[in-house]
């Protein structure tokens, strides 16, 4: 009898032992997937949460911030559209955070090879090290004297033969610096054109900007056009599924550095990886809205909010061509941007969700990409619909009193836009059950 209740304890313990929640049984691959790729070293997080010593002693905080849904940050209605690259928590996972918080957060057995660490630790997201890494010629010094900046940096490059792209992810040595950036890739093939005896930088803020014109000759036939912005990671491409890194030509790479209240050195680039198997099916960008197709059909016009004013614009751009897919989308607005909105309505009077971010945030922004293919087809029409703030209870305001802004299809977060940017490819039969992945 006695060995019975012996053996009855133990297997008691051992089932309790199972059922306990741990840090490495089950929340650091949810830490790891929604919180890592911006809380590491060098990343736009203030703090790193790569380690459970990073989680543990900050579990009071994550608690809050989890429970409050405030991070991690996801700005998109997913009752409108849910993404794939959805980061919010579910109400499981953050359930689960708490009760392992709530029981003095237990650290579990850290397995032999953890490979969720070992890959957060490498200097890319996409957990393989790249194929190529374009960077700027030199390092460029961020003054500390609180004045938001736009640089462009021209990265030429030639290589030994084209290569298929599979992802390009942004880099940089202190993504604290960055608001955002923007790199087109073009392809400069005539060797008549030089690409290195340009300047390798202009400084669209404090330049005189009519220097830019320099680099026109490169952007004759742009290949690719990607970004990053604080939360994104890399930019991938499924299988059959990319574009074609040409054997030569020059990055255009754009970065806004942030205000900044003490001087900084920055690096930035890329970091390309590759696929042996072959693009059969190369996707491309579009731009709508301001500084893109429909600029001038913004409406009302012209596209300003006076001060004092919520004031909302609409566009409506139709596609005249052949049916084709969406893959992402990226949405843009400056400081006061309150509400965007984007849709398609077919011919046949079907409406197709695209997204929806009820309360704008200009420093969470992101590129989102749909769980299938979307397919549009001719004469479908895209409706987009912003709503500015430009009153004093805007916190995001840049002016103090509000002032009148205007959009001038410029890069300055202190005028306006309103802008959808989307990969898309040429429409196949069966797109719409071709399942994205993150």
């Known amino acids: 009898m006695r060995i019975m209740l012996s053996l009855f304890f133990l297997v008691t313990v051992q089932c309790l032992y199972a059922q306990q929640i741990t840090y490495y049984k089950d929340i650091e691959p949810i830490i790891h997937t929604n919180c ?11 703090f790193s949460l790569l380690t459970y010593e990073d989680v543990s002693k900050r579990v009071s905080f994550i608690k809050d911030v989890v429970q409050s849904r405030f ?13 794939v690259n959805d980061r919010s928590l579910s109400q499981k996972d953050i359930d689960l955070i708490v009760k392992w918080i709530d029981n003095k957060a237990p650290e579990g057995k850290k397995p032999a090879n953890d490979t969720f660490e070992n890959a957060n630790l490498l200097n890319t997201s996409y957990n393989r090290k790249p194929d190529l890494v374009l960077k700027m010629k030199d390092s460029f010094l961020v003054k500390g004297d609180r004045l938001e900046r736009f640089i462009v940096f021209k990265i030429p490059f030639e290589l030994k033969d084209s290569a298929n792209v599979e992802a390009i992810e942004f880099f940089s040595n202190n993504e604290k610096l960055v608001h955002h950036a923007n790199y087109e890739v073009h392809t400069v ?4 054109v030089d690409i290195y005896n340009t300047a390798d930088l202009i400084n669209l ?9 320099q680099y026109e000759p490169y952007r004759k036939t742009i290949t690719y056009y990607g970004g990053w912005i604080p939360g994104s990671s890399y930019e991938t491409f499924p299988k059959d599924f990319g574009w074609v890194m040409p054997k030569r030509g020059v990055i255009l790479l754009t970065v806004h550095y942030a205000p900044q209240s003490k001087d900084a050195e920055s690096i930035c680039g890329v970091n390309l990886f590759f696929k042996n198997t072959p693009i059969k099916r190369t996707v491309k960008i579009i731009s709508i809205g301001s500084g893109g197709i429909g600029e001038h059909e913004i409406s009302p016009s012209p596209f300003y909010i006076p001060a ?11 596609n005249p061509g052949e049916d084709f897919s969406i893959m992402d989308v990226w949405p843009h607005m400056h400081y006061i941007g309150k509400e965007f909105t984007a849709y398609l309505t077919t011919l046949n009077g079907d409406t197709i969700h695209l997204v929806h971010i009820p309360n704008w945030d200009f420093r ?7 769980q299938h293919l979307i397919r549009v087809p001719k004469g479908s029409t895209l409706h987009i619909i912003g709503t500015y703030d430009n009153t004093a209870d805007n916190p995001m305001n840049p002016f103090n009193p509000p002032q009148t802004i205007w959009s001038f299809g410029d890069m300055r977060s202190t005028d306006e836009m309103m802008t959808l940017m989307m990969v898309f490819l040429p429409y196949e039969k069966g797109d719409e059950n071709i399942v994205l992945q993150k």
Not at 36 to 46: L, N, Y
Not at 308 to 318: A, G, M, R
Not at 364 to 370: A, G, L, T, V
């Open 71 to 83: 991070m991690p940050p996801w700005k998109a209605d997913n009752k409108y559209v849910h993404f």
């Open 205 to 213: 803020t404090e330049d005189d900007r009519s220097k830019f014109a």
């Open 364 to 370: 969470w922004q992101e590129i989102y990409r749909f």
């Open 308 to 318: 004092n004013k919520i004031k909302t614009f609409t566009l409506d751009v139709t």
């Open 36 to 46: 890592a790729p911006c809380h590491r070293p060098d990343k736009a997080a203030p």
């Open 189 to 192: 093939l005539d060797s008549s």
